[in-house]
């Protein structure tokens, strides 16, 4: 028998299950506000060169000529009338305090002794604190850069240390650097420092996310498997919300970057209590933990004398056909070494770095839509609410692979048809953007769940850390395609919108996992696809050979 089946004999979708899900997603919310920190805390307000005047002088002046405001005489304006955010006059032009008063062709500089913003909506933030603006705009988009070369390397390292040491212990110590590395970024006052914190605050995404997903996946019967990766999903759009609220209560950079962070020492302590997934304790032989921790699940459950008859013996007589061939230690090589693996891994390269770097190119820079960043933040979170709500359905009537294939396709169509609107239609531009942006973040938790169920116990962490990798190469790689946008406004929309086409089409080529058991082994994987290529050649009696069947899927089928 299955794991599963012992699962389910201890009360399956139980009340363990669903306050373990809950005291893990929490955290999960809590997260998605330091992805999208950065749009309020380094926010661009309005701003304009200092003038060479005192402002005492500038303001006496000013006060003299009905209609100016002190910076006129040093700051020329724009087409719009408003004044230049990089450039300043030579010499002050006292006549423009005078009313219908214009000069033209005097000569202009780079602002020499600072800028002046405007505080009325952001008090503080790292912008006007070390200013980032002008020739200096590009360290904002290097500063988000950082952080998420953070989460690459945390990708690459919590994957492969919760294979190897349980995904409890590397889910702890993420939370404590993540508290300890955000209070400390709000601390210290250098931009050196500021970016080298949020660089450990983004290895603890990697952390955090992956082995929150596979606990709640690993303790989670198959029926329950596709709500629980829903839940994530909403979990992450709640996280959006909560940042826009808390965003607009508490303005200051420091304060609000102090707010989130320190959460993350309660959710530390309470984890210590949480029960490591005996899935992976069995695989590495630690049985008599395993059957510890599943009669805390079967008491919990209210099958407590179906617990109290659990040893060893029974526990290994349900897992004892999928564990026998399991390897206690495993390298990244082992995702390429076998036919069927290896079609996985390269499918789920592609959908990972694509959906990502169309997810991030959408969702990293609020202010460019020309509304509010707080109306902008919630929008995009509302909007997540519903597309997510269709995604859970398909999943479950439908299956994974058509979802994810569908909303990737259905959200770079929609990327690429805003080329065609007008720019002066900045609410239809922001509406469509918000829709693609609500397919990607639905396609994006279902390859979460697609790609836990894809991959055997014993390498899944490590497959969903080196699929996050790529990932998180399409996160550092969405601000420099937008980059390009100085050059071309077409370019970042058409390469967001073809990659996320492109990754929808590479799904197709993986095999369905809806309401299939997990496999544990990558030898149970391969066998079953010798066996299914063994049916094919046989002719299987004329029925159709499914992409499953071809040996593309790490699961097993339903006892």
Known sequence: MAFTDLLDALGGTGRFQ????????????????HTFLQNFTAAVPRHHCRGPAEPAAAAAAAANHSGAWPGAAAVPLDQFGVPEPCRRFTEPQWALLKSNTSVSGEATESCKDGWVYDHSVFPSTIVTEWDLVCEARTL????????????????AVFGSLADRLGRKAPLVW????????GAATAYFSSFTSYCAFRFLTGMTFSGIILNSFSLVVEWMPTRGRTL????????FTLGQLILAGVAYLIRPWRWLQFAVSVPFLVFSLYSWWL?????????????QLAVQNLRKVAAMNGRKEEGDRLTQEVVSSYVQSEFTSVRTSSSVLDLFRTPAIRKVTCCLMAVWFSNSMAYYGLAMDLQKFGFSVYLVQVLFGVIDIPAMLVATATMIYVGRRATVASFLILAGLMVIANIFVPEDMQALRTAQAALGKGCLASSFICVYLFTGELYPTEIRQMGMGFTSINARLGGLAAPLVSLVGEFSAVLPPAAFGATSVLAGLAVCFLAE??????VETIEMMEK???ESLSKKDAGGKGEEISLQQLGASPLIETV
């Open 18 to 33: 669903l306050l373990y899900t809950a005291l893990l997603l929490l955290p999960c919310s809590l997260l998605a506000c």
């Open 140 to 155: 904002r988009d290097l500063a988000q850069t950082i952080y998420m070369a953070g989460v690459l390397l945390g990708a």
């Open 174 to 181: 993420s939370y404590l650097q993540l508290a300890v590395s």
């Open 228 to 235: 629980a990766g829903a839940l994530l999903g909403f979990s």
């Open 275 to 287: 029960p490591e997934s005996s899935r992976w304790l069995l695989l590495h032989g630690k049985s």
């Open 513 to 518: 996992t809806r309401n299939t058991p997990l």
């Open 528 to 530: 079953r696809a010798r």
